[in-house]
C-alpha cells in the first residue's frame, strides 16, 4: 500500500514541478517583453528620433512603435529585426543591452527568455552578457512556424547554426538549405533570411554569434 501511494505521489509532484517552472518562464518572458519596451524607447530617444524618424527609418509603422514602446503590443521577431537594424544593431546587441552586463556565469534559471507572439519562436540567451565578442544563442521554432530577418539584422556579425533537434529549412538570399540534428551550418554575406520548421517536432538549434 504505501509502495502504491508513493507511485501515485511521483507523477503529482513532476506535474506540480513542471507547472512551477512554466510559471517562471512565464514571468521572465513578461519582465523581459517589459525591459525591452523602455530599452526601444531609450535607444530613439537616445538618437534624438521622433517617433516618425523611427518609423522611416526601421519600414514600421509609427502606431505600432508607439504601442510597443507603450507594453500595448509585443513585438514580433520579423519586427524586432528591423528595429534594431535601424540603430544599427543586431537583434543579440538589442536584447543584451536590456540583460545584466559583465556577468561570467549565467545560471540556466536566469537566461532570459523572449518569445515571438506571432510564431511561438522561443529565444533563449545562454551566454553571461559581459562584454565579450562571442555569444551563444538557443532557438526553438515550432512544428510548421517560420520567421524572417531583413540582411541588416547580420550587418554586424558572422554566425553559425548547430542543429540539435528536428528539422530547419534555412533560407538564405533565396538558397535553402536543410539542416538536421547535427548539422552546422556557417551563414554567408549578410542577406534577407528565413527559418522554417516542416517538421512535425520543435526544431531546436543554438547559434554562435561572433562580431565581424
Known sequence: ???MKERLRRPLANARATLYYKRIEGMMMDDLASRLAERLR?????RGWSLNDL?????????????????EASPTAVLLGRLSGAFGLTLSNLLARIENAGERV???KDQP????????????AISPAGNGDLELVAGELPPGAA????????AFIRQQIWMQSGLLDFDEGG?????????????GP??????????????RYLVVVSRR
Open 106 to 108: 549565467r545560471r540556466a
Open 113 to 124: 527568455l523572449w518569445r515571438d507572439p506571432e510564431t511561438g519562436f522561443v529565444r533563449r
Open 42 to 46: 531609450g535607444e530613439r530617444e537616445a
Open 1 to 3: 500500500m504505501a509502495l
Open 147 to 154: 520567421i524572417a530577418y531583413p540582411a541588416s539584422s547580420y
Open 175 to 187: 538558397i535553402v538549405t536543410r539542416l538536421e540534428a547535427g548539422d552546422c551550418m556557417e551563414l
Open 190 to 203: 549578410p542577406s534577407d533570411c528565413r527559418f522554417s520548421n516542416p517538421g512535425t517536432e520543435p526544431a
Open 55 to 71: 518609423a522611416e527609418r526601421s519600414g514600421v509603422s509609427r502606431a505600432m512603435i508607439s504601442r510597443i514602446e507603450r507594453g
